[in-house]
């Protein structure tokens, strides 16, 4: 579960761009995009629900900042038992977020490239509601440009 100014990347009119849309706004008519690290293709795949609750205290949000390997810096805030995605080698695993560490983990970023973790820390600003979208063929998404479990 996401923020509501995170963006999620989709599918343009011409289904050949990546766009970062606002995740609050994603409907299932959008086709989200996905990426095959092992093959180094992004593709896209259909939504299957989009999810928007209240967030409430069971949901402990964390805010994750990386850089990948040419300096771009990546800023994502969400729920601590959501799924990302990092490297073991040619293959993606996907980890709970709190399982991670500063300085640790690489993950992947929307470009196929690896990201070193800078800063992991608790999100304490006022949210009132957390939203998150699903895909029934693809198994991830990028939310801020690193990649989650769909």
């Known amino acids: 579960m996401f ?6 990347l989709i599918a343009g009119d011409n289904y050949i761009d990546a766009i970062g849309y606002p995740i609050q706004f994603v409907t299932r ?3 989200i995009a996905s990426y095959n690290f092992a ?3 992004m593709f896209f795949s259909h939504i299957n629900k989009t999810i928007a ?14 850089r990948n390997t040419k300096g771009e810096g990546f800023e994502v805030v969400c729920d601590d038992k959501t799924l990302i995605g990092i490297s073991r080698g040619r293959y993606i695993d996907y980890v709970e977020i709190r399982e991670l560490k500063e300085n640790s983990s690489i993950l992947i970023d929307a470009a196929g490239l690896l990201c070193k973790i800078q800063v992991i820390e608790p999100y304490y600003d006022a949210v009132d509601k957390v939203y998150d979208v699903a895909s029934n063929k693809g198994s991830n998404k990028f939310v801020n440009g690193l990649m989650f479990k769909a």
């Open 3 to 8: 923020i509501k100014n995170s963006e999620v």
């Open 29 to 31: 008519k959008s086709s």
């Open 39 to 41: 093959q180094k293709i």
């Open 53 to 66: 609750e209240v967030k409430t205290a069971e949901y402990n949000l964390i805010r994750l900042i990386a």
